[in-house]
Each structure stands twice: as C-alpha cells, then as structure tokens.
C-alpha cells in the first residue's frame, strides 16, 4: 500500500459542477497538508495548504482534512473548463524538506 | 515578480551525451530540488539541496549530478548512465521545511534519441 493514495481520474464534469477530488493516506504523523494545481506542460502551483485537522476556504476552493479517516479533501465550487488541470495532493509530517505526493487526479471541466 | 527560471523548456539530446538543465530562483528561498515526472509516476525526488554547498540524494538520484555553488541556482546534469532521461524534469525551492508547500518552476521536457 502507498503512502499516499490518488485517483489518477479523469474526473469529467460539466461546467457549474462541484468538484470533489480526495486522497487518503496511511501515515499518521502527516500533519499538513498540500494542494497543487498542474496545468499541461507547467509546473505545479500551491493552490492550498493546512494545518491538522478542519476546513480551509479560498474563494471557490475548499479544502477538508479529516485526520480520524486519514482522508482529506478539495472541492471546486462552480467549476470552470479553466479548472481543468490535473490536482496533485500532498502532505508531510512537520520537520521534513521532502513532502509525500499523490500521484494526482486529472479534471477536465467541459462548457 | 520573484520565481523559479528553468531552462531550457525543451531539449533534445543524442543517447550517450550529458545535458544539464538549469535552475534559477530569486525567492531568496534555502532549499531547492529535482523532481523527474513520466505519465502515471507521480513526482520522485532526484537530488535536493538544503544549503549552499550540501545537497542529498533523492529516491532516484542514479545516473544524475547536481551543484549548489550558489544560493539562486541549482542545475541538474543528466548523465550518459541515466538508462530512460527522456522525461519533464522539475525544479523547486522551499523557505526552509516542506510544510508551507513549494515553489515550482515550468519544468524542462528533455528527449533523448
């Protein structure tokens, strides 16, 4: 079993969709946790990141860590074909240079 | 606007030749790495440097070299021992530890024929 474990997708929605895209993990000293966002042929962006447990909201991102079910989310509200991108998660237990990364989702939002 | 300067965007190199891809960051960040990305890998972890001067092997360091001469640059050689270099290679600093996430650059889609 990986560490880290992501849907590699594609995840296909209509434009206005609310996107849930998920990870869950294994280790349990992860204690942030990471959401970049990959464009074809970019490099990743930090779209979000959180500390231990609860809810972070960024505009139409929201981004859910549930440390009980090791299991941690991001939705997209109202989502665009812009959105489409592949989303990678990420996390690392605190002290460390070398985060853990999902494999990531691919997300294609269609007009 | 302060970021992470990779280049070339693509390269093309002959089997057998070395090639080094370059790395630059005027984010005054500590620590830089390489990431290496196929299809259907993920990102795995080539070298990385903490500091000036120091740097670590990653998960796939074999058949790669690395220089951290200065604080801003990082390059990346890929050497005639790397069996499969064809790949988008990634560049990325962080202030200090991973927990606040990294910088990436644009990446460097290398080919070897």
């Known amino acids: 079993q990986k560490e880290v474990e992501q849907d590699p997708g594609p995840l296909s929605v209509p434009e206005g969709a609310i996107v849930s895209l998920n990870c869950t993990y294994s280790n349990s000293a992860f204690q942030y946790f990471m959401w970049y966002r990959q464009y074809s042929r970019k490099g990743p962006e930090l779209l979000m990141y959180t500390y231990s447990s609860g809810n972070k909201e960024d505009g139409r991102f929201t981004a859910q860590v549930d440390k009980s079910s090791k299991y941690i989310s991001l939705f997209i509200r109202d989502s665009q074909p812009s959105d489409s991108a592949t989303y990678l998660c990420?996390?690392?237990?605190?002290?460390?240079?070398?985060?853990?990364f999902g494999r990531g989702t691919s997300l294609i939002v269609h007009p | 606007d302060g970021g992470i300067t990779q280049s070339p965007k693509y390269l093309f190199r002959k089997e057998g030749q070395n090639v080094t891809l370059s790395c630059e960051q005027n984010?005054?960040?500590?620590?830089m790495y390489w990431y290496r990305q196929d299809p259907g890998q993920g990102l795995r972890l080539i070298y990385y440097s903490q500091i000036v001067n120091d740097f670590q092997k990653g998960d796939i360091a074999e058949g790669y070299s690395v220089s951290r001469e200065k604080k801003e640059s990082f390059p990346l050689t890929v050497t005639s021992a790397q069996k499969n270099p064809t790949a988008f290679y990634l560049c990325a600093s962080s202030q200090g530890f991973a927990n606040y996430g990294y910088t990436f650059g644009s990446g460097t889609r290398l080919t070897v024929v």
């Open positions: 990420a996390m690392e237990t605190g002290g460390s240079y070398i985060p853990t």
């Open positions: 984010l005054n960040h500590d620590a």
